[in-house]
């Protein structure tokens, strides 16, 4: 028989357990409650403490028991507030279809007069957000391209697809503090400026540094970035080094910068929306028109901030239809007085504004605008026997790669009437092309011996499996300059006037050439050289003919837009045309030329040659039947037409009748520039 108590169901047994329950401290130690210990509450050290010779911590006890204040509340003074209100009503309402016709004409506004009348935009009368600015007209550009023609897609940039989505203008509602009529004439003689979420303000603030999380973050994203290809023929780094300290009191340069930061961000996270970059691009734009009226403007900082505006651009999902800037730019270096001779921020602007040019000019096949003769660039060859001036070399090189790029936007379409006008034609054009070849060859003979590899490594010797050799080349305008001159060496192997591409003499230097583009930019790590690097694959990987190969590129085509978020697509499209890729159906494999025996390509020793620091092996100098070869630009399609001047710079002067600012354009009474960049 068991008792209740024993069990513990019964009293007895209810008392043990309420006894045995243990109490919570209340006024214990901190070091016992870190330790998680019960505390027996001793003063002034417990317990636990004394036995493992610790401090005995001790907290303020608390008592919120107590609420009585020394001094109860009162209610201040009534005083009169002056309360002004903002009524944003018709700038919303003017976002939808008919939404302004429910208000009433507004009377003219009496501090108006007080506006210099010098200053007019050709902006549409009803005042819209700066949300919606990419649907206003903003003083057109004139002679950029026909209407008729389709959007080519873009040389350097192309954004990801998923987000080129039609800008929504009721997607927020967001306004400039100050519209275009109240901005003084005075804010355009370089005053301080102000915080850049006030937009187009008349407020003066100097700027020592930037405070902004967003700017901060937009601008490291432009040095780190945008900075970086631009300044790749630069060695004084001015965009991504110097001007940004500039841009503190300039603010139309300071809001180009964050516009092409804050582009670049959208083109790699999709969580940043378009709309900040579109902002900053308005602002500057509308400094930039501002000064282009005032006859005594800065030309230093206007043609700075324009190319600029020309790389966001460049950027942009819809180049050719919001290319505000791209002629501007060309006009405003010409206006500077800037060319090859130029120094300083002339040279680093007018270098960005050519390489673009050409990068452009070899995807379309296009003539180069600003004739390479006129550039005033020294071209004498002599051996170099000092190092450090690769950016010298580097220019040369350009220089030659637009004569070449000239050169083919102009093979004849058609042939002459008579054969004898056409034997003279072709020996003119093969003696053309010859001087082209030579000057490729002196210059790889005497640019200095940095503008070398340091390495080269064939395939089967890279623990990279990849299918090309890997070239190493240090500096990085040496990257560029090497990438151009393979380049160019491809397009003369191609576009030889009375020697086919299929001869084995062309083929052999077609192929070369275009393996070391693709080794260079397979092993390269500078996201620097990634503008140059594109364009020169893509040209290069037209030759390949090993599926291998030609995945490989596409791989290397992947890696960069992951890297950079330039949309790449249209490469893909292409390549694959020319490849001849029929996707329903699995290729059979590549067969191997018979003219390679199994062992050399075991090692690809037949098709890599080693590299070659002299003079590429002459040309045969056997008797050569003057044939005409069949043109090798690319088909026209929905684009502009290949072999003509570049549509886009082709009236990018301020002298011609149909030049670029047309609606507020006004002649500075000095061309001489003005700002000094001392830093």
Sequence with gaps: MTSNGVNGHGPIGDGMS????????????????????????????????????????????????DTQVQSPPYLLPPVEWNVAFQDESREIASEYKGGLGKYAVLSPDPDVSQVDPTLTFDYPATAAPASSLSHQALPPIQGILPESYDDPPNIIFEPPREQQQPHNPHHHHHTHSATESTFSSNTLQGTPYGNSENGLNGEEEQREYLNNQEEVLFMQVFVEEVGLWMDSMD???HFSRLLPFHSLKEPMLLNAFLACGARHLTLVNPTYHEDKALHYYDTATRWLLKSLQNPNRDTVICATTAVILNVYEIMSERALQRMNHIAGARALIKECGWNARSTGIGAACFWLNVGMELLSCLHFNWQVAWDPDDWGLDMDFAREQENGKEEVWTYRM?????????????????????????????????EQWTKLKQMMDSWNENIPRTMHPMAYLYPYQTTSKSAFPEVWLIK????????????????LAQINPVMSIDTEEMGEMQKQHANLICGIV?????????????????????ALTVRREQEEVLQIFEKISKET?????FVFKELKEKWCWDEARPQPPPQPPQQIPNSA???????????????????????????????????????????????????????????????????????????????
């Design 565 to 569: 978020g330039w949309r790449i697509s």
């Design 601 to 679: 390509m075991l090692h690809s020793t037949a098709t890599l040659q080693p590299y070659q620091y002299q003079t590429q092996t002459p040309m045969s100098t056997q008797p050569i039947t003057l044939q005409p070869q069949p043109s090798t630009g690319p088909p026209s399609g929905g684009r502009p037409p290949s072999g003509i001047l570049n549509p886009m710079l082709a009236t990018a002067d301020f002298s011609m009748p149909k030049h670029p600012y047309q609606t507020v354009y006004v002649p500075p009474n000095s061309l001489t520039p003005q700002a000094q960049f001392n830093y």
């Design 235 to 237: 060695p004084m780094k």
């Design 398 to 430: 350009v220089y030659i790669v637009a004569k070449v790029a000239n050169f083919r936007a102009s093979i004849p379409r058609f042939s002459e009437s008579s054969p004898r006008e056409e034997q003279i034609r072709l020996q003119k054009r093969y």
């Design 18 to 65: 309420s006894s045995s329950k243990p109490k919570r401290v209340r006024t214990g130690c901190l070091t016992c409650r870190e330790r998680h210990l019960k505390c027996d509450e001793g003063m002034p050290h417990c317990q636990n403490c004394r036995k493992s010779s610790r401090v005995c911590k001790r907290g303020i006890r608390l008592n919120f028991i």
């Design 476 to 491: 990085r305008t040496t990257i560029i300059a090497r990438l151009f001159y393979h380049t160019a060496m491809v397009l």
């Design 522 to 542: 397979a092993h390269v790590k500078d996201r620097g050289v990634a503008s140059v690097a594109l364009r020169s694959l893509a040209i290069a990987a037209e």
